[in-house]
Structures are given as C-alpha cells and as structure tokens.
C-alpha cells in the first residue's frame, strides 16, 4: 500500500536553481495538491487539481508551477528557488471535494 | 488573528494520563479535520467530522457547531502518542477542498 508518495524526500538548492517534486498517488484519487509547511504557521495550500489536465491556485502560488498530466502523478516545479522557499512540502491527495485526505512523508527543501 | 487556534501548543504528558486538545474556529465549517504528524514524519488523517463525536481506538473527537469548538481527546496516553495534532476546517462556500489549518499542538507522552 503505498498510497502517496514523494520524492525527493530532502533537497538542498542554491539560489536561482530549478527543480521539480513529484507526488505520485495509487488510490485512483482526482484531486491532488501541494502544501507547503513552515515554522509557526498552519499548512498553506499552494496549488491543486480537480482531475488530470487541470490545475488552479491555491492560497501561496507565486514562484511555483504544477503540472498533472497523469491522473495519479501531481507534479511541483521551481523554476527560479529563492530561500523564501525553504521549507517542508507535502502533497495530498482525496477522492473528491470535502472528503479525507491522504498527504504523502513531505520534501524537506532547504534554499541556500 | 488566526481563524483556527489550537491550545495548547505544547503538552508533556505521563504515560497512561487522559490528553485533551482543543481547537476553536472562527468561520462557519462543513467540516473539520484532525490530523497526526510524528517528528520527520508525514501526516496521517485522524478524524473528519461535522457534528457529534467519532471515536478510534484510545482516540475521541467531539464537535460543538454551535460553540465553534473541538476537542481530540487521547484516553490511556503512550509514549507512541508523541506526534504534533492539527486541526483543520473547510469553510462554507470556501474554494473547492480548501482547508485552514491550525498550527498544531506537539504533544510528548513521556514514560
């Protein structure tokens, strides 16, 4: 049961380099999102998607892009990594709107 | 102010004592989620609910809509039980799935 899983599961970046998350789910689920977790502060939703081929901004989208073109992979891109955007991030993902949620272990991202 | 606030943020607990955690809220809710997150660990979905109480294991989660208040409780606490607990809402009429989430509350069980 692997349910959602992240990789990587750590990453240090220098300033102004590019990567990408994955999140993979094997629950069949359609909705899919990204959270990033930072000290003192709740989750906050950065981007998600309602089915494949779909995305839409969150609470803190700036900075970050999202792909999903396979229903069970949700994908997060830095394009440019700046050290605000050192922290933890999770994915989740739910069969559909209002109902539980499953997050995956998190990518703990560290920009220098 | 946050529109959820858990207390307390920290509790040390002897092995076997009765846990109480609390979230309050300030919007209207169809929901509210508690949530586990063990040290360098991901997060597991404990509860969803909207009225009344669930009851998992050693776990309760009680609800009052009206008094905008929940409470997770931890009955015959262990030293296992040492994780951070989060509370989340969703909002009325909020964007499709939004949560706002607590900031947690770190519980250490200490044997």
């Known amino acids: 049961n692997a349910g959602v899983t992240q990789t990587p599961k750590f990453r240090v970046l220098k300033t102004g380099q590019s990567m990408t998350l994955l999140c993979a789910q094997d629950?069949?689920?359609?909705?899919m999102y990204w959270y990033r977790q930072d000290p003192g502060m709740g989750l906050r939703l950065i981007h998600y998607?309602?089915?494949?081929?779909?995305?839409a901004k969150g609470e803190v989208p700036d900075g970050y892009n999202v792909s999903r073109l396979k229903k069970q992979n949700f994908l997060l891109g830095l394009e440019s990594a700046a050290p605000s955007q050192t922290s933890v991030y999770f994915c989740?993902?739910?069969?559909?709107?209002?109902?539980?949620?499953?997050f995956g272990q998190g990518t703990r991202l560290t920009v220098v | 102010k946050n529109e959820v606030e858990q207390s307390p943020q920290n509790l040390t607990a002897q092995e076997g004592e009765f846990i109480t955690i609390n979230c309050s809220y300030s919007v209207g809710i169809s929901a509210l989620h508690w949530l586990q997150q063990h040290p360098g660990g991901g997060i597991v979905s404990l509860f969803m609910?909207?009225?009344g109480k669930k009851k998992h294991g050693r776990l309760i989660a009680t609800i009052n809509i009206q008094e905008k208040h929940s409470s997770l409780h931890i009955t015959a606490s262990h030293p296992r039980d040492s994780a951070v607990y989060i509370c989340a809402v969703r909002p009325y009429g909020g964007a499709t799935n939004k949560l706002i989430f607590g900031t947690g509350t770190l519980l250490a069980v200490q044997p």
């Open positions: 998607s309602v089915g494949e081929g779909t995305t």
């Open positions: 609910l909207s009225s």
């Open positions: 629950m069949n689920h359609e909705y």
């Open positions: 989740a993902s739910s069969y559909g709107d209002g109902t539980e949620a499953f």
